[in-house]
């Protein structure tokens, strides 16, 4: 049941099956387990994901770095007040996707989808359209799934990590992951999905990665909303029946191909970017001493 390209995924499903039992029958295949535990272990994760996207909008949660820490309770009471210029699916996205950088910068409990640093993206996405929508757990767990056959074929073909290909491959990735799930959690087809996988990772396409001090605090939190809003985006163009101009694929090559020619001080390293400027280096010396 394993698949290699989106088009071996799709010609599966044509043939009656949905992502999620696909996604399903290759863990119990390559995992050696039975469904019941695969659906367990998918359940777990959703609920991570919904408890360290909450958790900040009650209780700031400082980070170790003290770069961040309250920028979810402040969207969440901007968005209260009336006064938002984002509304819906988007404004909530963007208070989730801050939420769960905070838990993860503070040592909490968060599901890395794909890493870490970029694991506000996806959460942000399903829970923003659960609420609006009010949708079921189980079209949750069919998004869940989606992204998970997205990660599965980006880690395969290209790369998740930043310090192989830059932000690009981790908030990039998560992105398309969010923008895959979007599309089959509101009824799309696993073809729009792709699209929209596509077109996410197009527009992020060269992303650098340079957190400040070697911290994934910032500017990756942040990029965390810009991935959240790409995803919705890009699912938006998918569903409406705007094709990707280029195929996921080949998408995903040229993502990697762009990561490893990105310079070294560019991919992880702190030592370019945001994490070099006057208050870049400022706030190293802060938090390790040292010159600036």
Do not use: W
């Not at 696909?22 to 050696?32: C, L």
């Not at 408890?51 to 700031?60: F, G, N, T």
């Amino acid at each position: 049941m394993d698949f290699n390209s989106s088009s071996e995924l799709i010609a599966l499903c044509d043939k009656g099956m949905s992502i999620t039992q696909v996604m399903i029958a290759r863990e119990v295949t390559m995992g050696e387990t039975d469904s019941e535990t695969v659906i367990k272990r998918m359940k777990k994760a959703l609920n991570i994901m919904r408890e360290s996207a909450h958790i900040p909008l009650d209780k700031v949660l400082p980070s170790k770095g003290g770069l961040i820490g309250g920028e979810a309770e402040k969207l969440n009471r901007h968005l209260l007040s009336g006064k938002s210029i984002c509304d819906g699916v988007l404004a909530k996205a963007l208070i989730y996707s801050q939420a769960v950088p905070e838990v993860n910068a503070s040592m909490g409990v968060i599901v890395a989808a794909p890493t870490a640093g970029s694991a506000g993206v996806v959460p942000a996405v399903l829970l923003a359209l659960e609420e609006e929508f009010e949708l079921r757990e189980e079209t949750l767990l069919d998004g869940l799934f989606a992204a998970g056959a997205v990660g599965y074929l980006l880690m395969k073909h290209a790369s998740v990590s930043g310090a192989q290909a830059g932000c690009q491959a981790e908030v990039g990735s998560a992105s398309a992951m969010a923008a895959a799930a979007a599309v089959i959690m509101m009824g799309g087809t696993i073809e729009q999905a792709f699209d929209a996988a596509s077109i996410a990772l197009s527009n992020l396409l060269g992303l650098v990665c340079d957190p400040i001090a070697g911290l994934v605090e910032a500017p990756c939190q942040s990029r965390n909303a810009i991935g959240a809003a790409n995803a919705i985006t890009s699912a938006e163009m998918a569903l409406s029946g705007i094709k990707a101009v280029v195929p996921f694929e080949e998408m995903s090559a040229a993502m990697l191909r762009v990561g490893v020619k990105l310079p070294g001080e560019l991919r992880e390293t702190a030592l370019g970017g945001c994490a070099v400027t006057p208050t870049g280096c400022a706030h190293n010396c802060r938090i390790f001493g040292g010159n600036s």
